[in-house]
């Protein structure tokens, strides 16, 4: 049985590639984020207190469908309440909402920044009202958000925006890869990652420490989907963070083992998995 990651292993930064930094500063300052720093061509955007998106501009960037990359980041509540104040700010300020999903583990708002790279918006339930089967395994579902019950969090007043809260992080990434099971062996034998779940036609969800899910990976750009080409926009890299040198050098040893190289890359070591997703492993 492979070794397994560290259980406080969490997901950091999201480095994306955007087509003009000004316009997604801006929607993400819409959104709740503040920009923490910019230099030339990148942006910091986060909650004040940590950073949590880099965005890079690419002039001319665009998507490419059916290709292997992102397929959303989820930017985590702290609570429900922060979730439904947040929901009540995107009302108010008419921002086009794709979906709205309860998945039984949260409860989830989807919709698109300008260059069309997915995000989700979510809070987590407690984990005592996680749905499993009579096995004990998790079994996360799609199903119709109660939008009118979330709101009923706000039946005391509504507090002024003040942006996203301090304890707001990136949550999960959900990935397109190529092979599935490609993708499985990497992540569960390679990096240690336990399976949590498959799901629906072509997914599977992975994680450290028994959460629902840190990664998400799907075949739904197509099985054999080519990695996207330089010139798009969407994910430069995403970040794993590792508590500590001992369980980052564990990790390294498991990619060396495995004959997978990786090299030093912006404060970390940039390794790419089998459909060529960037990450960024840290401490």
């Known amino acids: 049985m492979a070794e397994m990651i560290a259980p406080t292993t969490a997901i950091g930064r999201v480095?994306?590639?955007?087509?003009?930094?000004?316009?997604?500063?801006?929607?993400?300052?819409?959104?709740?984020?503040?920009?923490?720093?910019?230099?030339?061509?990148?942006?910091l955007m986060g909650t004040g207190e940590r950073g949590l998106i880099v965005l890079n501009e690419k002039p001319g960037a665009r998507r490419v469908p059916r290709t292997?990359?992102?397929?959303?980041?989820?930017?985590?509540?702290?609570?429900?309440?922060?979730?439904?104040?947040?929901?009540?700010?995107?009302?108010?300020?008419?921002?086009?909402?794709?979906?709205?999903?309860?998945?039984?583990?949260?409860?989830a708002l989807y919709m698109a920044d300008p260059d069309d790279i997915g995000i989700e918006l979510y809070c987590d339930r407690r984990k005592s009202e996680w749905p499993v089967d009579d096995l004990g395994r998790l079994q996360m579902v799609t199903e119709a958000l109660d939008v009118d019950n979330l709101i009923l969090e706000l039946r005391d007043g509504v507090e002024p925006w003040q942006g996203l809260p301090d304890q707001t992080d990136i949550g999960h990434v959900h990935l397109h890869v190529s092979d599935l099971a490609q993708a499985e062996r990497f992540y569960t034998g390679v990096l240690g990652f336990q399976l949590m779940q498959r799901y629906m036609s072509g997914a599977i969800f992975v994680s450290a420490g028994g959460y629902h899910h840190h990664i998400g990976l799907n075949t739904w750009a197509g099985v054999g989907a080519p990695p996207q080409p330089e010139n798009a926009a969407g994910l430069r890299w995403f970040e794993i963070l590792l508590p500590d040198q001992p369980a980052l050098d564990a990790v390294l040893?498991?990619?060396?083992?495995?004959?997978?190289?990786?090299?030093?890359?912006?404060?970390?070591?940039?390794?790419?998995?089998?459909?060529?997703?960037?990450?960024?492993?840290?401490?």
Do not use: T
């Not at 930094?21 to 801006?26: A, F, I, K, N, R």
């Not at 979730?83 to 409860?107: C, I, K, P, T, W």
């Open 15 to 43: 480095q994306l590639f955007v087509s003009d930094l000004g316009q997604s500063v801006e929607f993400y300052q819409s959104l709740g984020f503040k920009q923490m720093n910019r230099e030339g061509q990148q942006a």
């Open 253 to 283: 040893e498991r990619l060396k083992e495995a004959g997978v190289e990786y090299e030093p890359q912006d404060g970390g070591m940039l390794v790419r998995d089998p459909a060529q997703n960037r990450i960024l492993l840290k401490v």
């Open 68 to 107: 292997s990359g992102l397929y959303h980041f989820a930017i985590r509540l702290p609570d429900r309440r922060s979730m439904a104040r947040l929901l009540y700010h995107l009302a108010e300020n008419e921002f086009e909402v794709q979906g709205a999903s309860d998945h039984g583990v949260s409860e």
